[in-house]
């Protein structure tokens, strides 16, 4: 492992929860992680792991019934739960930004490319020279690999991957420290996928931030990140660099997902995980995965298993590492 | 004296296109296919949006009248078919589609979805019997029945929720299962389990399926040959070893590079890079589909579209690239080797 600088986000304890009237649902629960300067971190999990509501959470955009009951979120000093409304919203774009899921949904289909661009700009830095705003999202869809003529284009006008390529340009234009990825590419083919994200990893190398990758896609995942978390139930079950987790992996979850993934390079039947994942209304007492894991001790079913580093930079929250 | 169960002439279906409407869309264009009736097998038919495939697949369900071309069951024309085979091909021919959520009325218990087709089809003759065939039918897809029977869709996961649908086709005895990216909004560690089904289906059951899919990797799980279609055309098809392990065509040699494949040691390939146009849908008249994508294009891909030529031992690719030239012999494949190793 490299020396270990700064961590531009350090995650402690974080705990998001949504108040149903059967109780709270304990979708993240208690996860802690860190990603580095320059690094691709990424986070898998199938539905209703927590991924995506752990995204919402670091740019606070968690909504009621949810709600962030505990942790902390530091992005390079600044605690982002303690800010107020209005300043977290300047550090929105301009220090964090997303690219949401569906992000091409997410597009005004009245308003010029241009215009939704120029938008991001001017709401963060006040109003620009037309010529200086003009330049600005010119440079920006060359960034993305689009003509310039996109600029003056409607959304509709666009194929799916152009637009993915217009939030990613918006995502980009403030020079953010941190990039959210949730599923950018999930309604994509796969060459159009390759394509843009491909051109997202371009961009975050040459604005030198960091990226955060979401996504169930673990063959994506593999291409994409460099260190990754593996949530399972709200919970982080392991963390590691992609061969870690991939080629060694510990945790008996993300072993049975990456033994149950079709590739295209093996035919040999692929196992099944048996059982399915828990209601997080009542989640199992000790390890969550104890009700469909093949290993499971008697200590499972009732104590719950900490993330503890067991190799140089590999985490896992198994029984089965614990020293005796 | 059959000796197809499911044969496809030259199928076509053009969207628009009337008297007053130049917006025409040829969504399928001359697709023959043919399944045995005596051995099954699970047909993949792959591709991107806008490929084609899921029209094909609402033409062989009966959904949607071809523009020409003829689809026969077990000999016969599907729309000049006698009223009582038409029934009997509505029950042996059945569909299984990508949104298990869509596919349920959310008032209804699941149990109504067996109710209706035991009813429509007189599965069974007594409420007794019907509950048996039911429970056998979710046996099958290793399914409990009192954890499913008497719940309400929403009480129930993707996952269970596709695999009542398999149960609900299983039900019905059908001889072919049209399958509609039964699996891409299912999780991944359910995937197997459902794909796992399948096959088992058949084996067992003698069931042939028709795997529709932008999906290659799960394609390559089960199926026993493959299609690869772009904007309506196909591109190359044969058996699945040969396409996904020796991709001849351009195109299917970019759609296989470009999966994300799980292992960080097999990355892709160099940098793809698609102009805008590309990623528009663009409808070349005359040549060549792929010809505006293809790192080979030549003059005569301009011209007429390529017909499909043998490169394998139950492999054809459309691409002129495998034209065999008088006197050249095998120039191609040296070609086609140089090709590869620039890499897709």
Redesign the interface.
Known sequence: MIARSTPVLEVKDLRVYYWTSRGPVRAVDGISFTVNRKERFGLVG??GCGKSTTAMALLRLIKPPGSIEGGQITLNGLDIIQLGKEEMREIRWSRISLIPQGAMNSLNPVMRIRDQIADVITTHEGVLPKKELEARVKELLNMV???GK?ADMYPHE?????KQRVCIAMATALDPQLIIADEPTSAL???????VM?TLMGVQERLESSLIFIG?????A??VVGRLGVMYAGKLVEVGN??QV??ASLHPYTQ???S??????D?R?????PG?PPTLLDPPPGCRFHPRCPQVMDHCRHQEPELREVQSGHLVACHLYDER | MQSSLLEIRDLTKIYGGGLFNRDRTVALEGFSFTIPSDHPRITTIAG??GSGKTTLANLILGFLTPTSGEILYKGKNIWEMPKQEWFTFRREVQGIFQDPYGTYNPFYKVDNVFDMVIRKFKLARSRSEARRITEEALAVVGLQPDEILGKYPHQL????RQRIMVARAFLLKPRLIVADEPVSMI???????I??ILQRLKEEFSISFLYIT?????A??ISDDIFILYQGSVMEKGDI?GV?QNPRHPYTQ???S???????????EG????S?ED???TDTTGGCKFHRRCPHVMEICLKSPPPLYKVGQNQYASCYLYEEKKGSGNLWRTDYDKMSQQGG
């Not at chain 1, 666009?158 to 152009?162: D, F, I, Q, T």
């Not at chain 2, 999780?187 to 389990?193: E, F, G, H, T, Y």
């Not at chain 2, 940098?271 to 698609?274: F, N, P, S, T, Y």
Request: no cysteine.
């Open positions: 199938e539905s690999e689009l003509p996109v666009l194929s799916g991957g152009m083919d796969v060459v159009v996928q390759r394509a491909q169930h896609d673990m063959g994506l593999a291409q992609v061969r991939y080629k049975l997902l990456i149950s993934l079709p590739s295209p390079r035919k039947k692929k196992k099944e995980i399915l | 991107e949006s996961s993707g996952g269970q999780d991944a560690s359910l995937q197997v389990r794909l796992n932008h999906d290659l990797s799960t390559y799980q070893d996904m970019l759609l296989v470009s999966i994300p494949v799980p292992d960080p040691d097999v990355g892709w940098d793809l890079k698609l805008s990623e528009m849908r």
